[in-house]
């Protein structure tokens, strides 16, 4: 029994330099989003390197998903290994895309370079590593001959950082992260090589317009500002729904420990005339557009809320309502729209499932120390996975440190990389049934 574990992980750790190679080669690959460039060639990198190794592998283009166009193709790919009939399915999935670099890199951010135990570049923590990492522990699997029931998935998916819609949202709604397809999925996000995430926070995206009556802006009395009576609605959300958000704290190990309460941003607020920008010259005077004179009819504002599993999406919308109901009831010539953009419900995904024990198993046996589990502030993909594909057994577990993700200089710790490919080719084997592990 050790005997092979012992040896699964002697390979992964002799296949150091491949991983280093395989996370250079994605990195190489500048898959920005937005637009969205190079996903192809990204998913065929993938591709082709499982077919060569016996994967049936499928390429899935979200034609006419957000995003989508012949320019920019969502081409995501899922390859899978069959093991001996009679088992289940351990799906690793990895977003292919990439923010922005951004300015502030002393490094060429898709260069990939290597410096000490550092790998460089933009994704190379959110998440290309990670993905690099369940590619070779699966292939070690497979590779060392060790029988096992059930099959392997690997899937390198797109638009994970706008929404996801056109990846695991589009493979979902497929069937491809439901049974019995698949019963257990590890999403390599950058979370630390000992850390589980069970899920993440609950969000509501609306927009709320305020409407006014527009006028000459040196007789703003003969008008109705919309921008004021927003300003009276973004009071009361300071005023008297923050400190209760604040005050609502959930049982989640949420981490930063900060949004283990209840949150809202402002996204936005646009009022008035169309955005306009305006300088002064050397001499004082105004250049470019200034301004009309108007009272604004119209302001918008993008509201984010986060909530907590102890609230219902209901009751967080409800409440928005009732303090927009009342400032109507209330304040003079107060009237609103409100739009709904977006909303998932939170994940939690029980610390009994198996696919969180058997990784908790691993990290004891890799590293010699027990996991911190923890819950995500914002979404990810496993919010597709719980709605679209009714899939509850799915963690985030991966190399890299969360805080690196988006910022320049970006860079994954190699021996992180190593350990998590171990970590998670034992947690496969634990959930495979016939497994020696
Ligand atoms: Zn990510």
Not at 112 to 119: E, K
Not at 182 to 200: A, F, K, Q, S, T
Not at 219 to 237: C, E, Q, R, T, V
Not at 325 to 337: A, C, H, I, N, S
Request: net charge negative; hydrophobic share 40%.
């Amino acid at each position: 029994m050790s005997t092979y574990t012992d040896a699964l992980l002697a390979r992964i750790d002799g296949r150091r330099d491949e991983l280093v190679a395989l996370t250079q080669a994605l990195v190489r690959i500048p898959t920005v989003n937005p637009p969205g460039d190079a996903y192809e060639a990204c998913a065929r990198l993938l591709g082709e390197r499982l077919r060569r190794r016996g994967f049936a592998v499928e390429y899935l283009r979200a034609t006419g998903a957000p995003g989508d166009n012949d320019a920019h193709p969502r081409v995501n790919v899922v390859a899978r290994h069959e093991g001996r009939p009679g088992g289940e399915c351990v799906h690793f999935n990895g977003h292919i895309d990439v923010v922005e670099a951004g300015p502030g890199w002393s490094q060429d951010p898709f260069a990939a370079v290597v410096v000490g135990d550092r790998l460089y570049g933009r994704g190379s923590c959110d998440m290309k590593g990670g993905l690099a990492a369940s590619v070779i522990a699966v292939e070690s699997i497979i590779d060392a001959g060790i029988p096992f029931a059930g099959a392997l998935e690997i899937s390198g998916t797109v638009d994970e950082e706008s929404g996801g819609y056109a990846g695991v949202g589009h493979l979902a709604g497929l069937g491809y992260f439901s049974r019995p397809k698949v019963h257990h999925v590890i999403i390599p996000e950058p979370l630390g090589v000992d850390r589980i995430c069970l899920g993440h926070r609950g969000v509501w995206w609306a927009e709320v317009e305020t409407r006014g009556r527009i006028a000459h802006g040196s007789m703003p009395f003969l008008g109705d500002s919309a921008i004021a009576h927003m300003g009276a609605f973004l009071h009361l959300l300071e005023a008297e729904l923050g400190p209760q958000l604040r005050g609502r704290r959930t049982a989640q190990p949420v981490e930063p420990p900060g949004a283990r309460s209840s949150t809202l941003n402002v996204n936005s607020v646009h009022g008035g005339h169309v955005e306009q920008r305006f300088a002064m010259d050397a001499d004082g005077r105004p250049v470019g557009d200034l301004p009309a004179p108007v009272v604004a009819h119209s302001c918008r504002a993008v509201l984010d809320r986060r909530f907590i599993a102890e609230e219902t999406l209901e009751g967080v919308k409800a409440e928005i309502v009732a303090m927009l109901d009342e400032l109507k009831q209330t304040r003079p010539g107060f009237d609103y729209g409100l739009r709904e953009i977006m909303s998932f419900l939170p994940t939690a995904t029980p610390r009994d499932a198996p696919v969180v024990q058997a990784t908790a198993r691993a990290i004891a046996r890799v590293l010699g120390r027990e996991p911190q589990y923890i819950a995500s502030p914002g979404t990810y993909d496993q919010k597709h996975i719980v709605r679209t594909g009714r899939l509850d057994q799915c963690i985030a577990y991966g190399p890299g440190i969360l805080d690196l993700a988006h910022q320049p200089d970006e860079y994954v710790g190699i021996q992180a990389l190593v350990d998590s490919a171990q970590v998670m080719a034992l947690a496969a084997l634990h959930l495979m049934p016939g497994a020696a592990a």
